[in-house]
Nanobody, 124 residues
Framework: QVQLVESGGELVQAGGSLRLSCAASGRTFSRDPMGWFRQGPGPDLEFVAA????????YYADSVKGRFTISRDNARNTVSLQMNSLKPEDTAVYYCAAAISTGVPRESYAYEYWGQGTQVTVSS
């Protein structure tokens, strides 16, 4: 059974930092792109960041560019999201996902495997 399990979400003050981690089990994703999405108070799932299987290609949403960094450790089958200079508008449930793709998709529908999410709350 394939599982993605996120951790690291918590309540933090604006301007602070958090590091989210996602551990995969049941399948290795060392040759697959992985990404982070988030869902705030609204209904839409928002793309945050994605990384190629090698880690050499990364994409970020404009809203987090320069503040968030995605990375991965293929030996440990994990992907992480370092979040700095957090803002109240970053408050959301953050999901990691894995895609079976040759590219690095930024669309949620391209991702096949999803974690259950971790809550990040940024207070002003």
């Amino acid at each position: 059974q394939v599982q993605l399990v996120e951790s690291g979400g918590e309540l933090v003050q604006a301007g602070g930092s958090l590091r989210l981690s996602c551990a995969a089990s049941g399948r290795t994703f060392s040759r697959d792109p992985m990404g982070w999405f988030r869902q705030g108070p609204g209904p839409d799932l928002e793309f945050v960041a994605a990384i190629s299987w090698s880690g050499t290609v990364t994409y970020y949403a404009d809203s987090v560019k320069g503040r968030f960094t995605i990375s991965r450790d293929n030996a440990r089958n994990t992907v992480s999201l370092q979040m700095n200079s957090l803002k109240p508008e970053d408050t959301a449930v953050y999901y990691c996902a894995a895609a079976i793709s040759t590219g690095v998709p930024r669309e949620s529908y391209a991702y096949e495997y999803w974690g259950q999410g971790t809550q990040v709350t940024v207070s002003s």
